[in-house]
């Protein structure tokens, strides 16, 4: 079956990074868009950024452009996403999703998803 598992979570201070992985099994990932969204508490699932199945067209959340960048090793089942200058506000448990072909930003477009990895910015 298909399995989206995440790592790299973690508590950091603000304005230090980190860099998440999430590793995907049971689908040709190489036909897969794979997105990052993150969810804090009390607060609804929010979109972050996605990466088409090439690599090719990649999209980000206002909130972390400039500062996270995702892709893809096709080669590796695997999406990154390397998150820099962290903010208090970043703190999430932080998901991988797959949907075939095209990234999208909307969650219920997504088929697959991760359990999750927490991420704790302390200010």
């Known amino acids: 079956q298909v399995q989206l598992v995440e790592s790299g979570g973690g508590l950091v201070q603000a304005g230090g990074s980190l860099r998440l992985s999430c590793a995907a099994s049971?689908?040709?990932?190489?036909?897969?868009?794979m997105g990052w969204f993150r969810q804090a508490p009390g607060k609804e699932r929010e979109f972050v950024a996605a990466i088409s199945w090439s690599g090719r067209n990649i999209d980000y959340g206002d909130s972390v452009k400039g500062r996270f960048t995702i892709s893809r090793d096709n080669g590796n089942n695997t999406v990154y996403l390397q998150m820099n200058s962290l903010k208090s506000e970043d703190t999430a448990v932080y998901y991988c999703?797959?949907?075939?072909?095209?990234?999208?930003?909307?969650?219920?477009?997504?088929?697959?998803w991760g359990q999750g990895t927490q991420v704790t910015v302390s200010s």
């Open positions: 999703a797959g949907k075939l072909w095209v990234a999208t930003m909307t969650p219920g477009e997504y088929n697959y």
């Open positions: 049971g689908l040709t990932f190489s036909t897969y868009a």
